[in-house]
């Protein structure tokens, strides 16, 4: 692997003193980020950076992509107020609904942008990784819109798990190939996305889905995603009339996080990320680069990537995002764990206390709120907002069996 600078011009996001600010020259968060790619691979990250440096700063770019978001995707989402649940864990808790965007979840924020993206560069194929489906079905969904051929890449074990969201991709127009490599999930899709990448990179677009990867999808992602946060906390301050004690979400790659964390980074707000206990990147990873960016991954003394567990599809991944790694190194955030039978526990406590089925990705951010509720770590009578990324739809045939 070729480590490579990958930054051109001026970053134009956000202030350069803001705790989710714009990465360095070099595409790095801190010590975390960068660029670390086969050479055939460089120039179109280079391009991708100065097409979205152009765009974001365009007022008619942003112009589209916010009327897209509000017109199709149904923003902006809802601050719901958990009354019954609070009265039991004697917290107050909100969430921020973005399962109830259009394709039921945050995703389809990102790959909006990154569809216009490829319109604007003039490319004409899409291609993405998915674990749990849901980046899949949005990308499926932002391709059918705009007249793009789609190829989602899929592991076989998660295709298992998520046969539903396989159907819908299908069903948009996708061609979802499956990856019987390695551990069969989000990893090894990645994997396979990178190396089509680099036979088709003149005509193909990567719509990466998460806050990982070389630079700039990190920090695009996140922009792409800053509207969560953003939302948010207008809303807790008109709610509120004050931020929220904490901000919890779940982390695998972390994009959901990564945009909720950018509404909340300059406020007093306590930043909380949940990780998978099998996948905990943060929690039991050490600084190394997979899928050219150096984060905190899952490896032996050997440098070989571990296989990473998690109940949740979506949360299967032995890394995390640069900028995660370098919010923990800093300590503007704080990055926890809940195993599966927690995260199954609070899936039911959520359905029968609100009304509400998680996905199983957030329903790891429900349990550690209901594990810390009333603890020095979440204190009572604190007010938490945590980000509902996606609704349980897609995960009922697996919760079905697993509960049986």
């Known amino acids: 692997m070729t480590a490579r600078r990958g930054s051109v011009g001026a970053a134009t996001a956000g202030p350069a003193t803001s705790a989710m600010g714009p990465p360095s020259d070099d595409g790095r968060f801190g010590e975390f980020g960068g660029l670390f790619l086969p050479e055939s691979l460089v120039p179109a990250c280079q391009e991708l950076e100065r097409e979205f440096r152009a765009a974001w700063s365009d007022t008619g770019f942003r112009a589209e992509y916010d009327a897209i978001l509000r017109d199709y995707a149904g923003r902006p989402t809802p601050l719901t107020e958990c009354r019954r649940l609070s009265e039991r864990l004697g917290v107050r808790v909100l969430l921020k609904r973005e399962d109830l965007t259009h394709t039921g979840s945050h995703k389809i924020n990102n790959v909006v942008g990154q569809a216009l993206l490829t319109r604007r560069m003039g490319k004409h194929r899409v291609i993405a990784e998915t674990g749990a489906g849901q980046h899949g079905v949005a990308t499926a969904t932002a391709c059918a819109l705009f007249g793009l051929e789609c190829v989602?890449?899929?592991?076989?074990?998660?295709?298992?798990?998520?046969?539903?969201?396989?159907?819908?991709?299908?069903?948009?127009?996708?061609?979802?190939?499956?990856?019987?490599?390695?551990?069969?999930?989000?990893?090894?899709?990645?994997?396979?996305?990178?190396?089509?990448?680099?036979?088709?990179?003149?005509?193909?677009?990567?719509?990466?889905?998460?806050?990982?990867?070389?630079h700039p999808y990190p920090w695009m992602v996140r922009e792409f995603q800053r509207v969560v946060g953003e939302e948010a906390r207008a809303q807790c301050r008109a709610l509120l009339g004050t931020d929220p004690d904490y901000v919890v979400a779940c982390v695998g790659g972390?994009?959901?996080?990564?945009?909720?964390?950018?509404?909340?980074?300059?406020?007093?707000?306590?930043?909380?990320?949940?990780?998978?206990?099998?996948?905990?990147?943060?929690?039991?990873?050490?600084?190394?680069?997979?899928?050219?960016?150096?984060?905190?991954?899952?490896?032996?003394?050997?440098?070989?990537?571990?296989?990473?567990?998690?109940?949740?599809?979506?949360?299967?991944?032995?890394?995390?995002?640069?900028?995660?790694?370098?919010?923990?190194?800093?300590?503007?955030?704080?990055?926890?764990?809940?195993?599966?039978?927690?995260?199954?526990?609070?899936?039911?406590?959520?359905?029968?206390?609100?009304?509400?089925?998680?996905?199983?990705?957030?329903?790891?951010?429900?349990?550690?709120?209901?594990?810390?509720?009333g603890t020095d770590e979440l204190p009572a009578g604190a007010t938490v907002l945590v980000t509902m990324s996606g609704r349980g739809d897609k995960d009922a045939e697996l919760v079905m069996e697993l509960l049986a």
């Not at 990448?197 to 990466?208: D, I, K």
């Not at 943060?282 to 899928?291: E, F, L, M, N, T």
């Open 152 to 214: 989602v890449y899929m592991g076989e074990e998660d295709m298992r798990r998520q046969a539903l969201n396989v159907f819908r991709m299908k069903l948009l127009g996708a061609e979802v190939r499956s990856v019987g490599s390695g551990s069969r999930t989000l990893k090894d899709a990645i994997n396979e996305t990178l190396r089509d990448c680099v036979a088709t990179v003149e005509s193909t677009h990567y719509c990466l889905g998460s806050v990982v990867g070389p």
């Open 254 to 373: 972390g994009s959901n996080a990564a945009g909720t964390f950018a509404g909340f980074a300059d406020t007093g707000a306590r930043l909380v990320g949940v990780e998978p206990a099998g996948g905990a990147a943060i929690g039991h990873g050490v600084p190394g680069v997979v899928h050219g960016s150096k984060s905190f991954i899952l490896q032996d003394e050997h440098g070989q990537v571990l296989e990473a567990h998690s109940v949740s599809a979506g949360l299967d991944y032995p890394g995390v995002g640069p900028e995660h790694s370098h919010l923990a190194a800093t300590g503007r955030a704080r990055y926890v764990a809940a195993d599966d039978a927690e995260v199954l526990d609070a899936l039911q406590l959520l359905s029968r206390t609100e009304g509400i089925i998680p996905a199983l990705e957030p329903a790891h951010a429900v349990a550690w709120v209901a594990r810390a509720a």
